[in-house]
């Protein structure tokens, strides 16, 4: 499992690919379609009293809990170490991230003149914090992988506070937003799993053990069936992209290859401003300009109920950040920073 967990993390760009293929073209064949089921699976209110949920799709939340649970287990005492001894650092990261991105997309959504329904899906992308992936980019790119980390758990740790403050700001418009509601909707769905997966494995042996060959596969899979059901439930949507729809599609694809690219760049000359080292700076590149669109598209899902193809722009941001991700790492990993440079980092 272990193995099968770090093969699917290095092709994983491969297999949203292959699911989401499978998802768009599944309601041609004649046989009950999965990714419509786990969309609507209802869990059993007890169930869903005790993971305190409230919405109207559990199952896509538990999912996301379970990939944030996983992480969790995959961080060390080490890196959350790292976060403490260097918290300007780490902070100064954050703050680029959380205010750049949420500018870009709102900013590029409205310049754009993006419909309703992406312009909320493009937001969303802006104002969720940095993606795991990026951590194990910037260890291809040869760059500080525990700045890496530190940012990442800082953005996650941060998530309840800043998120639903960037939301009521630029989607209030669109749906009444309760910034407490969805505060506390994030500490059970992303920083309260992460905690108990951390503190288990942290202060248990065997759990630790076990976590480490399974981690990375249940997260990775869970990702890849989330894409899976968002392609499922806008199929008309997607394949009118092909048709009337184009024009449309591509002022979304360019929108969001801009907010991919731009937070890139506000990540590394940002590094440059807090004077980070090479190898710091390209962990910031990353963490900045890749985003947690599997969180994203959970928040959609569950603030704009009857909106699915909100979801289409955090779909398609997971399949983009890791493509450029993987190229710019790809670029950086065939030139290591200089040796003191490194340490010194």
């Known amino acids: 499992m272990e193995r099968a967990g770090r093969f699917i993390q290095k092709t994983l760009l491969v297999w949203l690919v292959a699911f989401s293929a499978a998802a768009l073209f599944w309601d041609r064949l004649e046989i009950a379609d999965p990714f419509l089921w786990v ?41 959350v170490n790292e976060v403490f001894r260097r918290w300007p650092l780490v902070l100064g990261g954050t703050a680029i991230q959380y205010t750049t991105m949420p500018l870009l997309a709102w900013g590029l959504g409205h310049l754009f003149g993006l419909e309703r329904e992406y312009l909320i899906g493009v937001i969303v992308v802006g104002c969720v914090p940095g993606a795991m992936a990026s951590n194990v980019l910037t260890l291809a790119a040869r760059g500080n992988v525990s700045y890496s980390v530190s940012l990442t758990t800082s953005a996650t740790i941060l998530s309840p506070i800043i998120v639903p403050l960037a939301f009521q700001l630029t989607l209030s418009r669109f749906v009444e937003i309760d910034p407490l509601a969805e505060a506390a909707k994030l500490v059970t769905q992303v920083v309260g799993p992460v905690l108990i997966g951390h503190l288990l494995c942290r202060y248990s042996t065997t759990a630790a053990d076990f976590m480490r060959k399974v981690a990375s596969l249940a997260a990775n899979g869970t990702i890849v069936a989330l894409i899976g059901i968002v392609v499922a439930l806008n199929r008309s949507r997607l394949l009118g992209v092909f048709g009337g729809e184009a024009e449309a599609a591509g002022a979304l694809l360019i929108t969001l290859l801009l907010i991919n690219l731009l937070g890139y760049a506000a990540g590394y000359f940002g590094g440059r401003a807090l004077g980070l080292k090479q190898g710091m700076r390209r962990a910031l590149t990353l963490e900045v300009g890749m985003q947690n669109a599997g969180l994203g598209t959970v928040l959609v899902l569950e603030l704009f109920k009857d909106e699915p193809a909100a979801a289409i722009p955090t779909a398609v941001y997971t399949f983009g950040c890791m493509l450029t991700g993987t190229v710019l790492a790809q670029i950086w990993g065939r030139s290591a920073p200089d040796e003191k440079e490194r340490v010194a980092a």
């Open 39 to 79: 969309a609507d699976f209802q869990l059993p209110k007890s169930v869903d009293s005790v993971l305190f949920f409230g919405t109207s799709r559990p199952l896509l939340g538990l999912m996301i809990q379970v990939t944030m649970f996983c992480i969790g287990c995959l961080i060390s005492v080490e890196e």
